[in-house]
């Protein structure tokens, strides 16, 4: 077990909070390897994006989503938002007794121990300016060459629908030519958006760079953490509340889970 991750015996349900809907599908993923454990996802949709906002606003959002989730029952917390990821950690951990799993620390986690010495990363602008993914590479394996590029175009093109359009081909060979000639032998998928465009990626980079998605990541850490709790068989409940509910939420959400979205809730944090 790492440190800063303390375990609880019986995880029944797991919280899971972004400020929109990329965290889908780390969702998603814990749905397919966790089988039989409820869920419950906030999205803050009526404050996002939080990348435009200061650290100290992050922090204060970040824990007012985790006391809502906390009222829910939950038994851990999953910050599948790396803006979250990347500054409220510490806090949330020092707030709840109660495990915390970020999609920044997973992500490198996992990019570091397939061993490549060039990592490529790719996020959103304000991911990549934050340098989270770079810092935390480095703080697990300081020799490690990264290059990070901001992908700001693909969220709108996944969202939009436009996974597998020419007109996103175009984009993404724009976007990743130079990852290509610098050499990356693993590229990290820094945004929870970008799972969606995974075989676009991977068809530009070639088929000897390893693509390390952030969400499935996430979703092993957790696994590792709990193991296979609940009972395989059983249909999970699982639960959507957002701070602001719009039909196009629900339409897209559909798409990124792969399965209808029911039980969504408007709430107040």
């Not at 906390?70 to 707030?95: F, K, W, Y």
């Not at 993914?133 to 175009?153: D, F, K, Q």
């Not at 059983?234 to 339409?251: G, I, M, Q």
């Amino acid at each position: 077990m790492k440190a800063g991750l303390p375990m609880k015996d019986g995880i029944s349900r797991i919280g899971v909070f972004d400020s929109g809907i990329g965290g889908l599908t780390v969702l998603k993923c814990l749905l397919e390897m966790i089988p039989g454990t409820d869920m419950v996802y906030l999205g803050d949709t009526a404050r996002l994006p939080y990348g435009t906002k200061s650290p100290r606003t992050i922090v204060r959002y970040s824990i007012q989503c985790a006391r809502f989730l906390v009222t829910q029952g939950i038994d851990m917390l999953v910050v599948a938002c790396n803006t979250a990821s990347a500054h409220a950690i510490p806090a949330l951990r020092e707030e709840l007794d109660i495990p915390v799993v970020g999609v920044v620390e997973a992500g490198s986690r996992a990019a570091v121990e397939t061993g490549a010495a060039t990592i490529g990363v790719i996020g959103t602008s304000s991911t990549v300016a934050s340098r989270a993914y770079e810092n935390t590479i480095h703080s697990l394996m300081p020799a490690a060459r990264v290059v990070a590029r901001a992908c700001p175009l693909f969220v709108p093109l996944v969202e939009e629908g436009w996974c597998a359009d020419e007109i996103t081909a175009m984009v993404a060979r724009r976007y990743l030519k130079d990852l290509v000639s610098e050499g990356v032998e693993t590229l990290l998928l820094g945004c929870t958006h970008y799972p969606l465009l995974k075989d676009v990626i991977q068809d530009i980079m070639g088929p000897g760079v390893l693509i390390v998605d952030s969400a499935y990541s996430t979703a092993c850490a957790v696994r590792d953490l709990v193991g296979l709790p609940g009972s395989p068989g059983a249909e999970p409940r699982v639960s959507f509340f957002l701070t602001d509910t719009s039909p196009r939420f629900v339409e897209i959400g559909a798409r990124f889970l792969a399965r209808e979205m029911t039980c969504v809730y408007d709430v107040d944090i």
